[in-house]
């Protein structure tokens, strides 16, 4: 079965960066596209942007660009999201969530969150 | 590029129908049919109930629908039952690569 599991809670400082994983299994990883999604305490969901498993291509959302990276590793299936110059307002769960190429936002599986904390 | 705009609640008593709108603008919502529908209960992962603005994951209940006119999608539930009861969030296709969310709705089952 497809199963998307994440790293666990970090706390950082403001000015830190912060690496999430997400390691997937049950399917074959480079035919679906992955990502991530946020959700500051008690808001909405965010689209933070998503990487090309097959070519490691990026698109990212106009709001993160400079400050989130992706990468994916093909050999252990694991994707990356590394956010940097982080501040308070990064407070969030942050999800993983498994795409189809052709249509963008199917997003069919997800992982469990990973709670990253940003406080002084 | 803007969220796309959701009514912030919406409340129907069980066994009736209700429906979510999305509206988006001429560059998103009505220029692909890329709509895709998200229901999550607090404390969970969100879960796909339609994509392609109209089409069902498999397992997902029919009494979800979804439809779209010109810049607005909608969602519609029918024969609301108490475990409907979530924060639904719309999310669409912008182009470029790129897909902005809903700002979503909380459904309360009376």
């Known amino acids: 079965q497809v199963q998307l599991v994440q790293s666990g809670a970090e706390v950082k400082k403001p000015g830190a960066s912060v690496k999430v994983s997400c390691k997937a299994s049950?399917?074959?990883?480079?035919?679906?596209?992955m990502h991530w999604v946020r959700q500051a305490p008690g808001q909405g969901l965010e689209w933070m942007g998503i990487?090309?498993?097959?070519?490691?291509?990026?698109s990212y959302a106009q709001k993160f660009q400079g400050r989130v990276t992706m990468t994916r590793d093909t050999s252990t299936s694991t994707v990356y999201m590394v956010l940097i110059s982080l501040r308070s307002e990064d407070t969030a769960v942050y999800y993983c969530?498994?795409?189809?190429?052709?249509?963008?936002?199917?997003?069919?599986?997800w992982g469990q969150g990973t709670l990253v904390t940003v406080s002084s | 590029q803007s969220a796309l705009t959701q009514p912030a609640s919406v409340s129907e008593s069980p066994g009736q129908s209700i429906t979510i709108s999305c509206t988006g603008t001429?560059?998103?919502?009505?220029?692909?049919?890329?709509v895709s529908w998200y229901q999550q209960h607090p404390g969970k992962a969100p879960k796909l109930m339609i994509y392609e603005v109209s089409k069902r994951p498999s397992g997902v209940s029919n009494r979800f629908s979804g439809s779209k006119s010109g810049n607005t999608a909608s969602l519609t539930i029918s024969g609301l039952q108490a475990e409907d009861e979530a924060d639904y969030y719309c999310?669409?296709?912008?182009?470029?690569?790129?897909?902005?969310f809903g700002g979503g709705t909380k459904l309360t089952v009376l």
């Open positions: 969530a498994r795409g189809e190429m052709a249509t963008m936002n199917q997003f069919d599986y």
């Open positions: 001429s560059s998103d919502v009505g220029s692909y049919n890329l």
């Open positions: 049950g399917y074959t990883f480079s035919r679906y596209s």
């Open positions: 999310c669409s296709y912008v182009g470029s690569s790129t897909v902005v």
């Open positions: 990487i090309n498993p097959s070519g490691g291509s990026t």
